[in-house]
């Protein structure tokens, strides 16, 4: 008889097929990784077989594929209706008594027979975590859940979820076979982030493909409004020379908002609160907890021989970071690091709004303003997808877009992921999109600047450059570079150069305090609207001139972390 039920710590890489991408690397990492510090949640997965047994038993394998080859997955009112009677068939259908039996006794033997103990149902799909698509959120995930009963009937919609609109359109986009794809429900105990913090990794940088730092997002509590883009995360860069070596390695901060935070009910499940202003104003997670973490994720990057999109999550009852998700980076693991795209604005226009780029690109069009999913429709090919937030539901017509822009998110979000995955830009986190670009206007929205994306009144010129890298001539003398903006240092490394002749300290300043040092100096006697709008600039950090000092060396740490072991020469004003 083929099992129902595999324990995390039988599991492998080699078991894709039987319990999917990310309970496989779950098994794969508890099996090999713990003796180097890096610790997972424990836990168990129902298997593929365990899914298309139940489809036979209920007769529903046929009945699926017959309502999918009806439906026009680029029409979002025929997919929502498919994906609905499908999900309500799966939900109607008993799992069977033998399954049932073997979840309530993964459950028994995972918490020691406490049914209060609170587990998480995850989705595993068998086509899921793989290096050509990520699959990031197509299937649901279940937190709290408690008791034998409870686990059962998360485990079935975990199965129902397999058929969401989004994960069908996003099958069909990819060339996925739905007949091919199997789901397994992985029940993992839960780490109590809703007392700390949690976050995703990643072992390359999103935006540039720069290998030498991992970037961490940080938020309080559970991570699932981060990973929506509900909230904006702290940000950190921190450089893998430097924690190889034993030095401080965390060389760049920024402080998100972090508004909201997901917290246990105490009845089951869980809900949304607010942050108080004291925890919006400071860093979510300390310097040695971020370093942590790299450890933890240079760890596994070394392990899978990849870039690595890793979830994690910090336990407010033992103080330890867990690894709750690995899974290979899908975008910039791919590009071509031979060639360099790079656009540029030809022309300016008045700045409407802006936030976090994602995408180093430019895009232009009508802005569509969509409240809703059930307003998808409106959005037309080539329009600018203009939301408060996306999450997966929005996937079908996100591919429509020529740019995507939200009120919502950090460079992790949902709407991040999946711009980067559709190859278009993005800004996210811009706090009043929705409130300042009014529907149809013309806009352009830029992510070739930096770190911070804007988006412009009108349709700008811009152009488009593409360099072959391995093609340009070595030039009779030796090439250094002039670099005033951090946030492009990662970026420009790859350009051949031979090092960074002049940062200019005061270019530097300009650019990433963003406060005249005068001002920093003399912040306690400056008229009350202008040290208001300092203190607001200079959140995270224990007062104005530490600020500086804390900004000054980050900019500076990042230059040198980018060019590394090239010299880099600064010159002080």
Not at 491 to 514: C, H, K, Q, T
Request: aromatic share 6%.
């Amino acid at each position: 008889m083929a099992d129902l039920i595999r324990h995390f710590a039988s599991i492998t890489m080699d078991d894709v097929p039987i319990v999917g991408g990310k309970n496989a690397s779950l098994g794969e990492m508890l099996s090999n990784l713990d003796s180097l510090g890096v610790t997972v949640p424990d836990g168990f997965a129902t298997t593929a077989d365990a899914y298309r047994n139940f489809l036979a038993r209920n007769g529903l394998g046929d009945r699926i594929a017959e309502r999918l080859r009806a439906v026009d997955v680029n029409n979002v009112v025929d997919l929502a209706a498919a994906g609905s009677d499908i999900r309500s068939w799966i939900v109607d259908a008993p799992l069977g008594d033998d399954l049932t039996a073997a979840i309530e006794r993964g459950y028994a033997a995972l918490t020691g027979g406490d049914i209060e103990r609170a587990v998480a149902v995850r989705s595993s799909a068998t086509a899921e975590d793989l290096p050509e698509a990520s699959f990031a959120g197509q299937q649901e995930s279940f937190l709290n859940v408690r008791g034998p009963v409870h686990v059962v009937a998360a485990v079935r919609d975990v199965f129902a979820s397999l058929y969401t609109d989004r994960a069908i359109s996003y099958r069909e986009y990819h060339g996925f076979d739905h007949d091919d794809v199997a789901i397994s429900a992985g029940v993992q105990r839960m780490v109590r982030s809703d007392l700390a913090a949690s976050g995703v990794a990643f072992t390359v940088d999103t935006e540039t493909g720069f290998e030498d730092v991992v970037f961490v997002t940080a938020a309080y509590g559970l991570g699932e409004l981060l990973v929506q883009g509900v909230v904006n995360p702290d940000e950190f860069y921190v450089y893998k020379p430097n924690l190889e070596a034993g030095r401080p390695a965390v060389i760049s901060r920024t402080l998100g908002s972090k508004l909201r935070k997901m917290v246990y009910d105490p009845s089951g499940g869980v809900d949304s609160i607010e942050v108080s202003e004291a925890d919006q104003r400071r860093f979510s997670l300390a310097d040695d907890d971020i370093e942590t973490l790299a450890r933890h994720a240079v760890a596994i990057e070394r392990h899978y021989r990849r870039p690595m999109d890793i979830e994690w999550a910090k336990d407010g009852e033992d103080g330890e970071i867990y690894v709750l998700q690995a899974r290979p980076e899908t975008v910039q693991s791919r590009e071509d690091g031979r060639v360099l795209e790079d656009y540029v604005l030809t022309e300016r226009g008045p700045v409407l709004t802006e936030g976090r780029s994602v995408g180093r690109r430019i895009g232009q069009g009508p802005a569509r303003i969509v409240a809703a999913a059930e307003e998808m429709s409106r959005v037309e090919p080539g329009d600018v997808l203009v939301a408060d937030m996306t999450d997966p539901d929005w996937e079908p017509v996100m591919k429509r877009a020529s740019a995507i822009v939200t009120n919502r998110g950090g460079r992790t979000c949902h709407a991040a992921i999946i711009a980067r995955e559709l190859g278009i830009p993005a800004v996210v986190g811009t706090s009043d999109a929705t409130k300042v670009l009014g529907d149809g206007r013309e806009i352009t929205v830029s992510c070739a600047e930096g770190d911070t994306g804007y988006v412009y009144d009108g349709a700008l010129r811009f152009e488009r450059h593409e360099v072959r890298l391995d093609a340009m001539p070595t030039p009779p003398t030796k090439i250094m570079m002039n670099i005033s903006t951090p946030d492009r240092a990662l970026a420009m490394s790859r350009l051949p150069n031979d090092g960074v002749g002049l940062a200019r300290i005061e270019f530097v300043i300009n650019n990433a305090v963003g406060v005249h040092p005068r001002a920093l100096l003399d912040h306690e006697t400056l008229p009350d609207h202008v040290r208001l709008a300092i203190d607001e600039r200079i959140s995270g950090y224990d007062d104005a001139q530490s600020f500086f000092v804390e900004k000054l060396k980050e900019a500076v740490a990042t230059i040198a972390a980018a060019f590394n072991p090239k010299p880099v020469i600064v010159r002080l004003s």
